[in-house]
Nanobody, 125 residues
Framework: QVQLVESGGGSVQAGGSLRLSCVVHGYSFPNRCIGWARQAPGKEREGVASIYFHDDTTVYADSVKGRFTISQDKAKNTVYLQMNSLKPDDTAMYYC??????????????????WGQGTQVTVSS
């Protein structure tokens, strides 16, 4: 059974940093896409970053490009989202997700079928 467990959320002031972690359990396909998405109250879910398991290809949403970095530790089945220069607009519940994909389709907006429970990020001005 696939299980994704996020951690690392919290409250920070604008300009601060956080690193989110996502441990992926029970998913063995090497041709997988892993992504991070966020959802603020009253807003649609927004994919922010993705990474392709096989070759570390990364894609970012324009809203986070240059501030967020997605990475992975394959030995630990863990994907990270380093978030720097945080803004109040980054306040949201952050979720990680995984699914089978070809690298050319792996992007933050991919139609993932496996999701974690989320971790809250709050940025104050």
């Amino acid at each position: 059974q696939v299980q994704l467990v996020e951690s690392g959320g919290g409250s920070v002031q604008a300009g601060g940093s956080l690193r989110l972690s996502c441990v992926v359990h029970g998913y063995s396909f090497p041709n997988r896409c892993i992504g991070w998405a966020r959802q603020a109250p009253g807003k649609e879910r927004e994919g922010v970053a993705s990474i392709y398991f096989h070759d570390d290809t990364t894609v970012y949403a324009d809203s986070v490009k240059g501030r967020f970095t997605i990475s992975q530790d394959k030995a630990k089945n863990t994907v990270y989202l380093q978030m720097n220069s945080l803004k109040p607009d980054d306040t949201a519940m952050y979720y990680c997700a995984v699914d089978v994909s070809a690298v050319k389709f792996c992007r933050p907006s991919y139609d993932f079928h496996h999701w974690g429970q989320g971790t809250q990020v709050t940025v104050s001005s």
